[in-house]
């Protein structure tokens, strides 16, 4: 189920707090300057911290997991994969009235990744799916397969059913909800993952894509890597690519049909729980999720 984080309480963060947490936790970077990334993410406010570092807090208890995650799991997956991910260097403890671990890691330079620019890119389609290709295959060296911890254990579509049948009642008039019913239920009814679980990125849109002289450069915000089940991580396919390019990527990634329609419940269902929470008071999500919830009718 998607969690309701209107229920949370969430903690005042600004550049004082940040600058006690940094200054007595890690005094070897007292006197690097912050400067607060506007806008950041939903689920963190970021600080860069002098020229090299960030600063990531969550904003809600919903994202408290993921310092420790990225510290444990990063450092093993990027030598594996073609783009540059997160390199965490620390994970800070609560204090002064913070209640959450937060995070350090290395900065990463670019821009965030357009539709206008990567849509139609077929060389962008290739690199994104070889990247998940990649973290598919990995391995990890510290855990036997089968025996993965429950923070990187991957949650089925069903998981997401009576929230995303809500969201769909909710959009009646603005989009086709007989369309979202009928992908939905062939979604949830597609043949599951029969195979090993394999490694899966969890949050994969253009968001957490990023370019530098117009090519893909990075990929961030790895918060929901996990294991099982990968058509989550065609959700891509759909917020950023065309037909065309959407067709490459399939091809590429050798998507069977039953993954290719879970992929499509995944980006429904994730764009729909961004559109009701969102887009009344933030244009661009408004836009970026209509054209996901759209392109995921297509198909």
């Given at each position: 189920m998607v969690a309701d984080r209107t229920a949370d309480t969430r903690p005042q963060i600004d550049e004082a707090l940040v600058r006690c947490l940094v200054d007595t936790q890690f005094p070897q970077w007292a006197g690097l300057a912050l400067k607060l990334l506007n806008p950041a993410g939903s689920d963190h406010v970021i600080y860069r911290l002098g020229e090299e570092l960030s600063v990531r807090l969550p904003r809600h208890s919903g994202a408290i997991g993921q310092a420790g995650k990225?510290?444990?799991?990063?450092?093993?997956?990027?030598?594996?994969?073609?783009?540059?991910?997160?390199?965490?260097?620390?994970?800070?403890?609560?204090d002064f009235g913070y209640p959450w671990p937060w995070a350090v890691s290395r900065w990463l330079d670019g821009e965030v990744a357009t539709v206008d620019a990567l849509g139609d890119?077929?060389?962008?389609?290739?690199?994104?799916?070889?990247?998940?290709?990649?973290?598919?295959?990995?391995?990890?060296?510290?855990?036997?397969?089968?025996?993965?911890?429950?923070?990187?254990?991957?949650?089925?579509?069903?998981?997401?059913?009576?929230?995303?049948?809500?969201?769909?009642?909710?959009?009646?008039?603005?989009?086709?909800?007989?369309?979202?019913?009928?992908?939905?239920?062939?979604?949830?009814?597609?043949?599951?993952?029969?195979?090993?679980?394999?490694?899966?990125?969890?949050?994969?849109?253009?968001?957490?894509?990023?370019?530098?002289?117009?090519?893909?450069?990075?990929v961030i915000d790895f918060g929901g890597l996990g294991m099982g089940d990968p058509a989550c991580d065609l959700m891509i396919a759909f917020t950023?690519?065309?037909?065309?390019?959407?067709?490459?990527?399939?091809?590429?990634?050798?998507?069977?049909?039953?993954?290719?329609?879970?992929?499509?419940?995944?980006a429904l269902a994730t764009g729909l729980n961004a559109y009701t929470s969102y887009a009344a008071v933030n244009p661009q999500v408004a836009a970026q999720t209509t054209r996901q919830i759209t392109q995921a009718l297509i198909g």
């Open positions: 990225e510290f444990q799991w990063l450092p093993q997956l990027a030598p594996h994969l073609p783009l540059a991910i997160p390199v965490p260097v620390g994970v800070g403890d609560p890119s077929s060389r962008a389609a290739v690199e994104l799916a070889q990247f998940l290709a990649a973290l598919q295959r990995f391995v990890p060296e510290d855990i036997p397969a089968g025996n993965t911890r429950e923070d990187v254990t991957g949650r089925p579509l069903s998981d997401r059913d009576r929230a995303t049948r809500v969201a769909i009642a909710k959009v009646d008039g603005v989009f086709d909800t007989a369309a979202m019913t009928e992908l939905w239920n062939a979604a949830l009814s597609a043949p599951g993952w029969n195979r090993s679980p394999v490694w899966f990125h969890g949050d994969f849109h253009t968001g957490n894509l990023l370019t530098s002289d117009g090519c893909l450069s990075a950023l690519m065309s037909a065309n390019s959407r067709a490459v990527f399939r091809d590429a990634l050798g998507v069977d049909e039953a993954t290719w329609l879970r992929g499509r419940g995944w």
